[in-house]
């Protein structure tokens, strides 16, 4: 799994704090499926992006029965908002895509520079390719201010929110 994590200290911690004082308030199952909700929302234009940079990249080659290796990655391509343990706030990953042509790794191997070997048949044994790469990383560090001032905005709500109900 490609995963960019972003480094929310401050807000991360109130945001844990925030998720174990939701414990003791009568609704606070519902609050927490709220602030997921919101947190999911926020990096939505982000995961966007991401998405259409992978869409965007050229293609060349023989075509394949089935869907293309840039679709399935776009599709992989999924926000992860958690409230509990370590890895508490938002991030954006690109899980595996085991189901397209057994290219389980493609999206880590399209945003590698390193690229990857590949069997042909009827040419050279072995070719060498090339994605995109920077594809996911570049595109998430160029929206990373937008992303953590999103996060930072849902995170005072979500305190105001909770305030109001134990207060």
Do not use: Y
């Not at 920077?134 to 992303?147: N, Q, Y």
């Not at 005072?156 to 134990?166: L, S």
């Amino acid at each position: 799994m490609t995963g960019v994590a972003l480094d929310l200290s401050q807000p991360e911690r109130k945001l844990l704090e925030m998720a174990r004082a939701l414990r003791s308030v009568e609704d606070g199952k519902e609050i927490k499926r709220d602030i997921v909700k919101q947190l999911r929302r926020a990096a939505g234009p982000v995961r966007q992006q991401v998405r259409g940079a992978i869409r965007q990249a050229p293609s060349s080659g023989r075509g394949h029965p089935g869907r293309s290796i840039r679709s399935a990655i776009s599709q992989k391509v999924q926000v992860v908002a958690k409230l509990n343990g370590k890895a508490v706030g938002a991030r954006i990953v690109a899980k595996e895509t085991s189901s397209t042509r057994g290219f389980t790794h493609a999206p880590r191997r399209f945003n590698s520079a390193a690229g990857w070997h590949h069997q042909t048949f009827g040419e050279e044994p072995e070719q060498f390719q090339l994605g995109k790469p920077g594809w996911f990383d570049d595109t998430i560090a160029a929206r990373k201010k937008e992303f953590r001032s999103a996060m930072e905005d849902v995170v005072k709500e979500a305190a105001r929110r909770v305030a109001r109900r134990v207060h």
